[in-house]
């Protein structure tokens, strides 16, 4: 198959995940929907309709009294990858501003609304030149503001994480000869790239996972302990969540999970093995010191044993 062919399969996918879309979510597809979205003509669109028809006859069938194309009762899409997750992230990047009016499917948008979103926005340049020292494995200058104080270090970072309210660089700190999480909004100016020595698998706390046990607060009533169960998709009454344990941190805290005196009703979950995965944490930042440290010897001793 030609480069050409691959474009037309995958534009056509695209358009017929479109109708899919349009019968799942709306409820309803009119031809002129794929006219005005895809900016293709008349002909095409019907040609795109009868070949879902061809395909997919038993998902779609013409209402003459709408004028519209309905989804049948039985409706099994096989284009569209059905989530009502990825449908409500969308509308979240509507939102903030990260998706376009036009980027969204909908022919008319349901009212949707969402708390202040306070975090400051990470500026474009500077992510840019970050990304570059995470795929050339360098150090970058950073000037980065503390809770304490402002001043130049050198960081090479080695990987992104979101703990739910800021983007963190996963980073090796040159100065403390250790991996330590950074804000990425902190950053505020930029300087020099340069090589710097460490190994991203001596990270220990980024590439060692832990499950948390997450259940509904003993001090519930077996009613709420149910609609907690709801809310958090628990099954057997605790869900297992896994998480890099870099990241448990974040998690264990925005939930308040580490908060013994909190109400039941106000506190909703606890964490089953809150001292089991604090432990962990501090055991991989133990291990990975000492592998720092072993690799850096070896280092040493070869480049002792070439003089």
């Not at 340049?125 to 200058?141: G, K």
Request: proline share 4%; aromatic share 8%.
């Amino acid at each position: 198959m030609s480069e050409n062919d691959d474009r037309r399969s995958w534009t056509l996918n695209r358009r017929l995940e479109f109708v899919e879309w349009k019968l799942f979510w709306e409820g309803r597809l009119n031809r002129n929907d794929l006219e005005e979205t895809f900016n293709i003509s008349t002909p095409q669109a019907s040609v795109d309709l009868r070949h879902y028809r061809d395909v997919a006859g038993d998902n779609i069938e013409y209402n003459a009294t709408e004028k519209s194309y309905l989804p049948t009762k039985d409706m099994r899409p096989r284009f569209l990858r059905v989530s009502a997750d990825r449908i409500l992230l969308q509308l979240r990047a509507f939102l903030t501003g990260a998706l376009q009016r036009e980027d969204l499917w909908y022919r008319d948008l349901p009212a949707v609304d969402m708390a202040p979103d306070i975090v400051r926005h990470v500026d474009a340049d500077l992510l840019r030149v970050i990304l570059a020292a995470i795929r050339s494995r360098q150090a970058v200058d950073v000037r980065y503001q503390s809770l304490t104080s402002s001043r130049w270090r050198a960081i090479a970072p080695h990987a992104l994480a979101f703990d739910g309210y800021r983007w963190h660089l996963r980073a090796w700190c040159c100065e403390r000869k250790d991996f330590r999480d950074f804000v990425l909004t902190r950053i505020d100016e930029l300087g020099a790239m340069r090589p710097a020595d460490y190994d991203p698998e001596d990270d220990l706390e980024w590439t060692t996972k832990a499950t948390l046990k997450l259940c509904p607060h003993a001090g519930l009533s077996e009613e709420q302990k149910q609609a907690i169960q709801r809310d958090y998709n628990m099954v057997d009454g605790c869900r297992d969540i896994e998480v890099r344990l870099s990241m448990a941190y974040y998690f264990i805290m925005r939930m308040n999970l580490d908060l013994k005196d909190l109400p039941p009703a106000r506190a909703q979950i606890e964490l089953q093995n809150l001292d089991e995965v604090q432990a962990a944490i501090q055991m991989a930042k133990v291990a990975s010191r000492e592998r720092v440290e072993a690799r850096q010897s070896r280092v040493s001793d070869g480049s002792a044993g070439g003089d």
